[in-house]
């Protein structure tokens, strides 16, 4: 084992072990070769106010659009995961102009203004590795899974569009807008890894899953995500379909069941893609035991909340 005596001067040591099994040796470790300091930190807190304008045109008209235009990230928005492949047809993929998409919109809204706050506090980052960790099938009810391919790209169109809107940006100075653009790249790559870091075998004879490697206050929360006034903040894949089997005009055929604000909505209908004319809906109480039928549709019951 090294140690800093044996090492030539200059040269800092890293504990393997320490990068998987301590969250915060982690992140000091990104943080130093990424060279991510008091410089980043004092542009990021000095252009929060011209970030914060910016993010309503870049959640509103860029990220969902991106993910609508391939069909295997837009199934991920019905189905929870990229790892199947299922058969959808064109009236059950969300339209660009759907509600949902637009309620989705304001996650990634919420997500930004996050990544626009304060990276001085031990919350900012957990809340980065809880990302991650959501997005790879943990601290779910229903699990969600998503590949690192996806998300990877994601991460570097996000940064694309921000860089561009931070240059042609007039209110931020043309002094700050070269280590603005670096701060930001930083964070989303401190982001990458901590979502990477939940899909990898690296470091897999560790024990990954403690409170010392997944926070950094041992308080926190990891199961919902809240904002600075304690109020629930759900993630875009949140409400989305299970493929169950329901029956229409006599026929049986695969149909989308999701719960959304309490509402159990059956999509069976032609045309009555999520997101796109119509579908049927009666109210489900929360506290229905599995089992309970749905009330006027006979053929369906309240399945498990785990994912088909």
Same mark, same amino acid.
């Given at each position: 084992m090294?140690?800093?005596?044996?090492?030539p001067v200059?040269?800092?040591?890293?504990?393997r072990?320490?990068?998987?099994?301590?969250?915060?040796?982690? !992140?000091?470790?990104?943080?130093?070769?990424l060279?991510f300091?008091? +410089?980043d930190?004092?542009v990021?807190?000095?252009c929060?106010?011209?970030?914060? +304008?910016l993010?309503?045109?870049?959640?509103?008209n860029h990220?969902?659009?991106?993910?609508?235009?391939?069909?295997?990230?837009a199934? +991920?928005?019905?189905?929870?995961?990229?790892?199947?492949?299922?058969y959808?047809?064109?009236?059950?993929?969300?339209?660009?102009?759907s509600?949902?998409?637009?309620?989705?919109?304001?996650?990634?809204r919420?997500?930004?203004?996050?990544?626009? @706050?304060?990276?001085?506090?031990?919350?900012?980052?957990?809340?980065?590795?809880?990302?991650?960790?959501?997005h790879a099938?943990?601290?779910r009810?229903?699990p969600?899974?998503?590949d690192?391919?996806h998300?990877?790209?994601?991460?570097?169109?996000?940064?694309?569009?921000l860089t561009?809107?931070?240059?042609?940006?007039?209110?931020?100075?043309?002094?700050?807008?070269?280590?603005?653009?670096? +701060?930001?790249?930083?964070l989303?790559?401190?982001?990458?890894? =901590?979502?990477?870091?939940?899909?990898?075998?690296?470091?897999?004879e560790y024990?990954?899953?403690t409170t010392?490697?997944?926070?950094?206050?041992?308080?926190t929360? =990891?199961? @919902?995500?809240?904002?600075?006034?304690?109020n629930?903040?759900k993630?875009?894949?949140s409400?989305?379909?299970k =493929?169950e089997?329901?029956?229409?005009?006599?026929? !049986?055929?695969?149909?989308?069941?999701?719960?959304?604000?309490?509402?159990?909505?059956?999509?069976?209908?032609?045309?009555?893609?999520?997101?796109?004319?119509?579908?049927?809906?009666?109210p489900?109480?929360?506290?229905?035991?599995?089992?309970?039928?749905i009330?006027?549709s006979?053929?369906?019951?309240?399945?498990?909340?785990?994912?088909?």
């Open positions: 090294y140690s800093a005596s044996n090492l200059g040269m800092a040591h890293v504990e072990r320490e990068l998987y099994e301590d969250l915060q040796a982690r !992140l000091e470790y990104l943080k130093s070769f060279e300091g008091p +410089a930190v004092h990021l807190n000095e929060r106010p011209q970030i914060k +304008a993010i309503p045109a870049l959640s509103d990220f969902f659009t991106k993910l609508l235009k391939q069909d295997i990230t199934q +991920a928005l019905i189905t929870k995961n990229t790892t199947e492949e299922t959808l047809d064109e009236d059950d993929f969300y339209g660009p102009d509600k949902n998409i637009r309620n989705r919109n304001m996650f990634v919420w997500y930004l203004t996050r990544m626009n @706050s304060d990276p001085t506090k031990a919350s900012y980052w957990e809340y980065m590795n809880m990302v991650g960790a959501m099938g943990h601290l009810r229903n969600l899974e998503i690192v391919i998300f990877s790209l994601l991460i570097g169109y996000v940064q694309n569009t561009e809107a931070i240059l042609l940006s007039s209110s931020i100075s043309t002094h700050n807008k070269a280590p603005l653009v670096k +701060a930001w790249g930083k989303l790559w401190i982001q990458m890894d =901590l979502f990477t870091k939940w899909h990898v075998k690296d470091g897999k024990d990954q899953l010392r490697a997944t926070k950094l206050d041992p308080a929360d =990891l199961n @919902s995500m809240k904002d600075d006034n304690g629930e903040v993630c875009p894949f409400n989305v379909a =493929l089997q329901v029956e229409t005009n006599g026929i !049986l055929k695969r149909g989308y069941m999701y719960e959304n604000s309490g509402v159990r909505t059956r999509n069976n209908i032609p045309g009555g893609g999520i997101g796109s004319i119509e579908s049927i809906a009666e489900l109480s929360l506290g229905c035991p599995v089992g309970t039928q009330p006027g006979p053929q369906i019951s309240i399945a498990s909340s785990r994912s088909k």
